[in-house]
């Protein structure tokens, strides 16, 4: 199931993935405030065309406000409910 989807840098698409479909609760999904640790920590990027770029895996509770070519900015949610400004690196490996 996909809990959010957010444009990225270079014409990417970034897909959150919440989880396998079966273990998620429906009254989760059509809560009108859900929470912002529900969708899961994989991310699925894709190219501008649609083709699947490859995945990443970023911080439970954390939610992307912002991303660029060489970082991702958002605010990550401890277990005691702080939340906290903060950036990550991004590399591409090549």
């Known amino acids: 199931a996909i809990t959010a989807v957010r ?3 270079r014409g990417t698409i970034w897909v959150q993935l919440m989880g396998p479909v079966a273990s998620i609760d429906p009254m989760a999904i059509n809560a009108p405030d859900r ?3 529900l969708g899961g920590s ?20 954390f939610r992307p ?3 660029t ?3 991702i900015y958002g605010a990550a949610r401890d277990d005691d409910g702080v939340e906290r ?3 990550l690196r991004l ?4």
């Open 7 to 9: 444009a990225g840098p």
């Open 35 to 37: 929470a912002d640790f």
């Open 42 to 61: 994989t991310w699925h990027v894709l190219d501008a065309t649609g083709r699947f770029m490859g995945a990443i895996e970023l911080p439970r509770r």
């Open 65 to 67: 406000f912002r991303m």
């Open 69 to 71: 070519d060489d970082a």
């Open 85 to 87: 400004i903060i950036r």
């Open 91 to 94: 590399s591409s490996g090549s």
